[in-house]
């Protein structure tokens, strides 16, 4: 199945969709803009129904089977975007979900699937795995295997986002997109570049799970033979074979970003932007945010989608800070004597720092007699001021070392 989907397959998916959902916000970001020196907009499917991009490639799917085909039911793989899309567009048309996830699947992604009336079924450790499962779930029941990205169906419900961009913003020449499975990236590409053959369309993944850069350096899909990455909605092994075909000849290039860059650009949405957006939602803004990529502005960054687990949240928010150089966590070593911590604490708070928690211990083994070691985490105001910090307590006797440091 290696046949390109057309803009007619994308603009007949937008009817079927019309109603289903909704057209979703362009908001101008600032900090974007003064970096790249030009406009740049975030297309905010984070708000979509069922809070991502992912529901317009199922419904379209799903509403296309037959009654025959809905009698017996749907099934589908994913770490929860696509389960809940799924979910909600079999509702919709009425028939029965089911749906594999890994099992480390974000509880809340996971109880937002089961809202939307799906049966859940807890199984492997990655998507891919799941997917496996799923596939022979279909073939032992007859279910409707709901692929998350590779058939023409999702890619066209997909590429919707695209006409709603160059409508919101007819003059953009420039389209920025996380890749997973690629599927969003197919379609958008599919109808940007045939409405608009001037606009580039960017493809962005995360540096530890990144398949298409070796896929389309052989010339085929690649399975990556591991990958990790807290941007869990793009964590993804392997392309798919029409979604391949179409980022080759469409897509203008696949760029790729570190789990720092992820975390920066998270911070800077939800700080800046007033953005909630899980970290496969924001991988655009990092490649924007880090240099990644070469862009023409106006530039479009989609933030594909909103599910984060607030626990992940937090732990986004404490790694953005410290990759931002505002969030420090050191160990000074210092004589035990009385009033030695005051003294410390003292120093910092002269710079202006703001201490987060303290950890004093005398049993390390590696502390030589009389010595003591306090572990602190340091609210600052960026790397210049962490740096300054630091060195005045170097400068004035403290033994200050860094995680991984002897």
Not at 44 to 71: D, W
Not at 123 to 132: A, F, I, K, R, Y
Not at 346 to 353: C, K, Y
Request: proline share 5%; charged share 20%; with cysteine.
């Amino acid at each position: 199945m290696t046949e390109m989907v057309g803009l007619a397959d994308v603009q007949a998916a937008r009817e079927l969709l019309a109603g289903v959902t909704r057209t979703t916000p362009l908001e101008p970001s600032r900090p974007l803009s003064a970096a790249l020196g030009g406009p740049v907009w975030l297309k905010c499917e984070n708000v979509q129904r069922a809070g991502s991009y992912k529901v317009r490639g199922a419904y379209v799917r799903i509403s296309r089977l037959s009654a025959e085909e809905r009698a017996r039911g749907v099934v589908a793989a994913s770490a929860g975007n696509h389960a809940q899309g799924v979910a909600l567009a079999a509702g919709l048309v009425g028939t029965q979900a089911t749906v594999f996830m890994p099992v480390n699947a974000p509880l809340p992604k996971v109880a937002a699937t089961k809202g939307y009336g799906a049966r859940i079924e807890l199984v492997g450790n990655t998507v891919d795995e799941s997917l496996v499962a799923a596939q022979t779930f279909a073939e032992r029941t007859g279910a409707v295997f709901i692929h998350p990205f590779d058939h023409p169906d999702v890619i066209a419900g997909q590429g919707t986002v695209a006409l709603e961009i160059l409508e919101q913003c007819p003059d953009v020449r420039t389209i920025v997109t996380g890749v997973g499975g690629g599927g969003l990236v197919s379609g958008m590409a599919v109808a940007a570049k045939a409405l608009r053959p001037d606009v580039r369309v960017i493809g962005v993944q995360a540096a530890s799970a990144a398949a298409f850069p070796p896929s389309l350096r052989a010339g085929e899909p690649v399975r990556l033979p591991s990958f990790a990455t807290i941007a869990d909605g793009i964590a993804v092994g392997r392309p798919g074979e029409l979604t391949f075909t179409h980022v080759r000849k469409l897509v203008d290039d696949v760029v790729t970003v570190s789990e720092e860059d992820i975390s920066r650009a998270l911070l800077m949405l939800l700080e800046r932007g007033k953005q909630v957006v899980e970290p496969a939602g924001a991988v655009g803004v990092a490649a924007l945010l880090a240099g990644a990529v070469e862009v023409s502005t106006p530039t479009v960054a989609v933030l594909s989608g909103g599910n984060i687990d607030p626990l992940l949240m937090l732990r986004v928010i404490e790694h953005g800070l410290a990759a931002a150089g505002r969030f420090l966590r050191v160990t000074v070593r210092c004589t035990d004597r009385p009033g030695q911590l005051a003294s410390l604490l003292g120093e910092i708070a002269e710079h202006r720092a703001n201490v987060v928690d303290v950890v004093h211990q005398r049993a390390n083994p590696h502390l030589r007699l009389g010595e003591v070691e306090v572990a602190l985490s340091v609210e600052t105001r960026g790397v210049e001021h962490s740096d300054t910090l630091i060195s005045a307590l170097r400068a004035s006797g403290y033994q200050v070392v860094f995680a991984g440091e002897g």
